[in-house]
């Protein structure tokens, strides 16, 4: 399903939960393991590609809807220009969590994925992914500079993948139903302050959102001691899993979808919560009352704000590594990177493609091109038993997020 904003098309992005599919991955102390050819100790597998030979004739991926459109009704289509380029046929299968992504790359049929930060680690520490040679890929020396080695997509110092696009999770609410407008995600996590809108919170419903409390205590329950809202060890995630079992019996939605968020703050059932950039500029796009973050603080909340950066990552099993390597580059030049992001709803990984967007004020409105703002956003990462300091395997591994939000939501 499409939407249209200002004459240009934009894909909703299509997360849904990813802790509560049957597709679980036992992480057991992710980091450990032997040595693999890539020049990691700890994860990644596979050799690094050194030189760009000839297409092998096709390339199979796997990726969230809207990241390879093919054409048909009003869909746009970067697939078959990059067939016809590259003569390299493009096979995909649409993956609905990123459970499911890591599934389908287990099976070793798969010569790439556009994983979200809550994939990348668990792809890498079970050796399902090669490393990266981003000497091969020329559009990588134009990708934005903080998307770049960070530690969803760089492991022991090693690229392992290609940033695709990125986005933020925004505190969004009704303006004639919330007042005063609300700077800090305490309107939605403070017990005392929630309550006012008790049945009309919105929450994403994903492990990933414990994420939102241990940030929120980071910033008010500084003896808790909180540095990366990714890394909790017991005490620090078990505050952050109350918090948000506190929050529960003032949530009126868990939402999987955009539209379906779209729809709840249209009919008034939603009145604030958590939302991403493209549910927002919808929203405002047919007038509805809504505001976010809010802009005076630069549409982020003093707290900051969780997000996603997805990276396009080479399997360590690809059959076919020429067509990997060719579409990782395709997919981020400037044309095709501009219109996966409007299509898709979220800001693009590649500076030139500001230059390319349909809508002028794109890059602007989604903060493409604003250091400064992604530097309050924290990416997601997958949680691993094995901490990043000092290398104490005492922090709660994804598991653990997945069995504390089916709690959480009762």
């Keep these: 399903m499409s939407r249209h904003k200002g004459g240009t098309p934009v894909r909703t992005a299509w997360f849904v939960v990813a802790g509560l599919v049957a597709f679980m991955v036992v992480l057991a102390g992710c980091g450990g393991g032997s ?35 093919a054409g048909g009704g009003e869909n746009p289509d970067w697939v078959t220009p990059f067939e016809e380029e590259t003569g390299c046929k493009v096979n995909d299968k649409v993956a609905g969590t990123s459970d499911e992504m890591v599934k389908l790359m287990e099976t070793g049929q798969y010569d790439g994925v556009s994983a979200s930060g809550n994939a990348t680690a668990r792809l890498w520490a079970a050796h399902e992914v090669a490393p990266v040679n981003t000497s091969l890929v020329p559009n990588y020396k134009t990708v934005f500079a903080d998307l770049k080695d960070q530690p969803y997509n760089t492991f022991e110092g090693v690229p392992y993948g290609i940033p695709h696009g990125r986005g933020a999770n925004l505190l969004m609410w009704n303006k004639e139903d919330v007042t005063p407008a609300p700077s800090s995600w305490e309107v939605t996590l403070d017990p005392e302050v929630a309550s006012k809108y008790k049945g009309h919170i919105t929450q994403y419903d994903d492990p990933m959102s414990i994420a939102e409390g241990a940030l929120y205590l980071k910033a008010h329950e500084s003896k808790l001691g909180i540095e990366n809202p990714y890394e909790l060890n017991e005490e620090q995630f078990n505050a952050a899993v109350e918090l948000m079992k506190e929050q529960a019996p003032n949530v009126g939605e868990y939402w999987s979808s955009a539209e379906q968020q779209i729809e709840g703050f249209a009919n008034g059932s939603n009145q604030v919560g958590t939302t991403w950039q493209y549910q927002y500029f919808a929203l405002k796009g047919e007038n509805e009352p809504v505001e976010a973050s809010p802009a005076s603080q630069g549409f982020v909340p003093e707290e900051g704000a969780t997000g996603w950066s997805d990276t396009w990552m080479i399997s ?7 067509c990997m390597y060719k579409w990782m580059n395709w997919i981020i030049s400037p044309k095709v990177n501009a219109e996966v992001a409007e299509w898709f709803g979220e800001a693009p990984a590649q500076e030139k493609a500001c230059e390319e967007t349909e809508n002028p004020n794109f890059c602007t409105e989604y903060h493409a091109d604003e250091p400064a703002f992604w530097k309050k956003v924290y990416y997601w990462e997958t949680p691993l038993a094995e901490c990043s300091e000092g290398g104490e395997t005492d922090c709660m591994d994804y598991n653990d997020w997945v069995r504390a939000w089916t709690e959480i939501k009762g």
């Excluded at 596979?46 to 092998?56: A, I, M, N, R, T």
Aim: charged share 15%.
């Design 35 to 69: 040595s693999s050819s890539g020049g990691s100790s700890g994860g990644g597998g596979g050799e690094e590609l050194q030189k760009l030979g000839k297409g092998e004739g096709q390339v199979n991926l796997i990726s969230w809807a809207g990241y390879v459109e």
């Design 316 to 322: 360590s099993h690809a059959k076919h590594p020429n």
